[in-house]
């Protein structure tokens, strides 16, 4: 396995464009999280599932952000009415269950940005 | 909620140094701390982690510490090479919580 694999890894996107980007965990890695970054800072939390479910979101997801982890596999981001605001790296995460599950993976990233 | 601050934000030392970088963390209520590494333009790495019971953990040149009643942890790295140059991150999990607290990192330069 190759670890955690974000596409596309850069987007540009006009003002009000929607965008989805997708997320593909380490193989039985049962928890996905998603995180967004912006330059100069650590990464925020945005949300976290276990399998198919969505435990955790952040007051950072706005209505217009969904995500979804159908059959708890890989997980998809999307951003409605994009703003230059969310112009930032979008990263997604994941661990196992269980002691293992103390450390997670992060994929490489997948860079928003909004003009 | 948590606030986790790493001081410096930057750090420029000469090939063959030893590097010391903090980090401090408001709640002492951690079921553990991680540090990361990113390269610039890439996801993170994970160079070491200490559960909440534990003192410090080391890998290699890597050295962390973690005092939990004082809300803080260093990241010592031991003769520094060029190709330690990166931003360091560290990040704190409550318990009973998945997310992770991040500070904003120290980027570091190691000149040869």
């Known amino acids: 396995d190759t670890g955690v694999s974000q596409d596309p890894r850069h987007k540009i996107t006009k003002r009000g464009q929607n965008v989805t980007f997708r997320c593909d965990p380490i193989?039985?890695?049962?928890?996905l999280y998603w995180y967004r970054q912006t330059l100069g800072q650590g990464p925020e939390f945005l949300t976290y599932f276990q399998n198919e479910a969505q435990l955790e979101k952040s007051r950072l997801l706005s209505d217009r952000f969904s995500a979804e982890r159908p059959k708890g596999s890989f997980s998809t981001l999307e951003i409605q009415r994009t703003e230059q605001g969310d112009s930032a790296m979008y990263l997604c995460?994941?661990?196992?269950?269980?002691?293992?599950?103390?450390?997670?993976?992060f994929g490489e990233g997948s860079w928003l940005t909004v003009v | 909620k948590q606030e986790v601050t790493q001081i410096p934000a930057a750090l420029s030392v000469p090939e063959g140094e030893n590097l010391v970088l903090n980090c401090s963390f408001t709640d002492s209520a951690i079921y553990n701390l991680q540090w990361f590494r990113q390269d610039p333009g890439k996801g993170l790495t994970s160079l070491l982690l200490?559960?909440?019971?534990?003192r410090e953990q080391t890998s290699g040149r890597l050295n962390a510490s973690l005092d939990k009643s004082s809300g803080r942890s260093t990241l010592y790295i031991a003769a520094s090479q060029p190709g330690d140059s990166a931003t360091y991150l560290c990040a704190v999990r409550g318990f009973n919580d998945y997310k992770l607290s991040f500070g904003a990192g120290t980027t570091v330069t190691v000149r040869a």
């Open positions: 193989s039985e890695h049962n928890r």
């Open positions: 995460a994941s661990s196992p269950t269980g002691a293992a599950g103390n450390t997670i993976y």
């Open positions: 200490i559960q909440s019971s534990q």
